[in-house]
């Protein structure tokens, strides 16, 4: 079996554990921590929204960290950090330690560990199968929505939502650090392999509906690269799609509750939306591999946009969970086709830092989707016309991919240059 498939094994846990832990479990400790310290609910979501501003920021430098080191020292040391987040959080007094805890060690560990790490090892592995492949990890991160929400909501009724931190923190050092240590290696060459398992190089398969553009790849600055017009536009129609998706996973839960449903009931409706991501992952990474690569996002978009209609309009619990499942399959779309995009554009040796940079683009976008949510809610008593906004937000997504315009043949064929990869043994 072609080794790249346990790289991507390794990005379905890491996936799982950096987000199912901080982003699907949030929604069900939002109201255990309001009521422990007598927050809004603008207040508590404020954190992450801090979280999501020191990722922004530190973004690019982890992105130029994973292009040039060891991509199994970063994971490793970003899940001790996770770890000692959330230790820490179990200790918390008061809700700005909590919002310090996520602005430094859960962001950084996070950040390491999760998504932005694991795309970028999985496009190094991977060309032609880069859809499917990232799909597959991809799916790590709705698996964990599906079981972190029950899961945590069990596990806070039986010891606490303090003793459940200290659980939390128990889970990266068991797994994730044996995983990335035993496992990780940066690039195929690095084994002697070439990406997809192929014996031989082979030229890249045309981009459907792209346009033409030479193959070599060139040096990108971070001022070049920030001039690029495709950065831009992928950059503003994920971070639409992130602020979506970011408020909506975070406030289902207490939307569903508000409306009369049982936490229980309530966590199982987040799990739909997580469960049918599994779904959607697979099928637009296929679909991504095959077709213009902004159709499917079109595509998946716009059934984003269809499921926040039917949330706003589902009052009873059948149709609840109908809408999240719709919701969840295009919303299961954005992390495959993220990174497809960015590698068909740029090349597979850029994936990395080109993440790294979206990210300071895409924060003032998806940082806000949150707190605003829970704003509309402290003034109005409902999230209707939050809801009305994210319809509005999926629409613009697909406005801008307009104006994306990829090269018929992917960028860089080789390595850049020695410098990298400069650790030959990860």
């Given at each position: ?135 597959i990890a991809g799916m790590g991160i709705s698996a964990s929505g599906f079981a972190m929400a029950p899961l945590a909501t069990l596990l806070i009724g039986a010891i606490g939502w303090r003793d459940t931190f200290l659980v ?106 997580a469960g049918f991501g599994v779904a959607g992952k697979l099928l637009f990474g296929w679909i991504a591999d095959r077709i213009d690569k902004r159709l499917t996002l079109w595509c998946a978009t716009g059934l984003q946009g ?121």
């Open positions: 079996m072609f080794y790249g498939w346990r790289i991507v094994t390794v990005a379905f846990v890491t996936n799982f554990i950096a987000v199912g832990l901080v982003f699907y479990s949030y929604g069900v400790f939002f109201k255990a921590l309001a009521a422990e310290f007598g927050g809004s609910r603008f207040g508590v979501a404020t954190g992450l929204a801090i979280m999501n501003i020191a990722i922004g920021v530190c973004a690019p430098f982890l992105g130029q960290a994973l292009d040039r080191s060891s991509i199994r020292n970063v994971i490793c040391l970003g899940a001790v950090l996770t770890a000692v987040g959330f230790f820490l959080a179990s200790q918390i007094e008061a809700l700005w330690q909590f919002f310090a805890v996520m602005g430094t060690f859960l962001a950084l560990g996070v950040m390491a560990v999760g998504p932005l790490t694991g795309a970028t090892l999985v496009a190094n592995w991977f060309t032609e199968r880069r859809g499917v492949a990232l799909g939390y923190g128990a889970v990266p050092l068991i797994v994730v650090v044996p995983l990335a240590w035993l496992v990780v290696v940066n690039r195929p060459e690095r084994m002697g392999l070439r990406p997809d398992g192929v014996q031989d190089p082979a030229e890249a398969a045309p981009v459907p509906g792209a346009s033409p553009a030479p193959a070599s790849e060139p040096d990108w600055s971070t001022r070049r690269a920030l001039g690029q017009r495709n950065l831009w536009v992928i950059a503003i129609a994920i971070a639409l799609n992130s602020c979506t998706n970011g408020a909506m996973l975070t406030h289902i839960v207490p939307h569903a509750t508000d409306i009369g449903f049982e936490p229980l009931a309530a966590a199982w409706v987040l799990s739909s939306i269809l499921g926040v209609v039917l949330i706003m309009s589902a009052e009873q619990y059948h149709l609840l969970l109908l809408a999240g499942m719709v919701y969840g399959l295009g919303m299961g779309g954005m992390p495959p086709l993220m990174g497809a995009l960015l590698g068909a554009a740029f090349g597979r040796f850029r994936v990395g830092r080109m993440i790294g940079l979206m990210n300071p683009i895409m924060l003032p976008i998806r940082v806000l989707g949150i707190p605003y949510a829970g704003w509309i809610f402290d003034r109005t008593g409902s999230y209707q016309i939050a809801f009305l906004t994210f319809i509005g937000l999926c629409v613009a997504s697909m406005l801008v991919l307009v104006f994306l315009r990829l090269p018929e043949v992917e960028p860089g064929t080789e390595p850049p240059g020695p410098t990298g990869d400069p650790n030959p043994s990860s």
